[in-house]
T-cell receptor, first 113, second 115 residues
Framework: SQKIEQNSEALNIQEGKTATLTCNYT??????LQWYRQDPGRGPVFLLL???NEKEKRKERLKVTFDTTLKQSLFHITASQPADSATYLC????????????WGAGTKLIIKP | DVKVTQSSRYLVKRTGEKVFLECVQD?????MFWYRQDPGLGLRLIYF???????EKGDIPEGYSVSREKKERFSLILESASTNQTSMYLC??????????????FGPGTRLTVL
């Protein structure tokens, strides 16, 4: 069955450094991948969508890559700030005749001042 | 400011009770979704709807039903609540089109506890 893996351990990063989060998927060939941010007690908020033919996408301090060979997406936050602390969810979709999002459990990011 | 609202932030019910969770969106979106979120698991799709009175089962529909009588409102019903339905329930909406291609807008969630 399709499986989405994100690092379950919290990621601690010093303010100002680049944070890199990983999303791996198996038994699946998605055509799209979405990233969301979720703060405690709130619903997820959409950040970026990347298509399989885009390889890389940027939005302000955010950068997402999509490597269909490695079956992996990387999510980078440059010049990280304490306000970036949250849980980040990846959600591949499309391909294999499945156009609903399949969600990872998320990685908790903590940016220390 | 676009908004998805859910009727309750916290809810405590007893085993066997019928539970209604309401979701309203003000963005005129065609698609609406109900998910549950449990620790260590990704969001799991319970049901979705792409139009009024239309519904499709998601990955875990057992023990749940839904109703969409108006475009802006999507209700989740637990026919007979059980303790394994204790969870965070999230409603979302998105514009017409494939879910894979569209941003989903989420409500704040309802934390349901079944005793």
């Amino acid at each position: 069955s399709q499986k989405i893996e994100q690092n379950s351990e919290a990621l601690n990063i010093q303010e100002g450094k680049t944070a890199t989060l990983t999303c791996n998927y198996t038994n699946y060939s998605p055509a799209y991948l979405q990233w969301y941010r979720q703060d405690p007690g709130r619903g997820p908020v959409f950040l970026l969508l990347i298509r399989e033919n885009e390889k890389e996408k940027r939005k302000e301090r955010l950068k997402v890559t999509f490597d269909t060979t490695l079956k992996q997406s990387l999510f980078h936050i440059t010049a990280s700030q304490p306000a970036d602390s949250a849980t980040y969810l990846c959600a591949p979709a499309g391909g294999d005749s499945n156009y609903q999002l399949i969600w990872g459990a998320g990685t908790k990011l903590i940016i220390k001042p | 400011d676009v908004k998805v609202t859910q009727s309750s932030r916290y809810l405590v019910k007893r085993t066997g009770e019928k539970v209604f969770l309401e979701c309203v969106q003000d963005m005129d979106h065609e698609n609406m979704f109900w998910y549950r979120q449990d620790p260590g698991l990704g969001l799991r799709l319970i049901y979705f709807s792409y139009d009024v009175k239309m519904k499709e089962k998601g990955d875990i529909p057992e023990g749940y039903s839904v109703s969409r009588e108006k475009k802006e409102r999507f209700s989740l019903i637990l026919e007979s609540a059980s303790t394994n339905q204790t969870s965070m329930y999230l409603c979302a909406s998105s514009p017409l089109g494939e879910a894979a291609l569209n941003e989903q807008f989420f409500g704040p969630g309802t934390r349901l506890t079944v005793l």
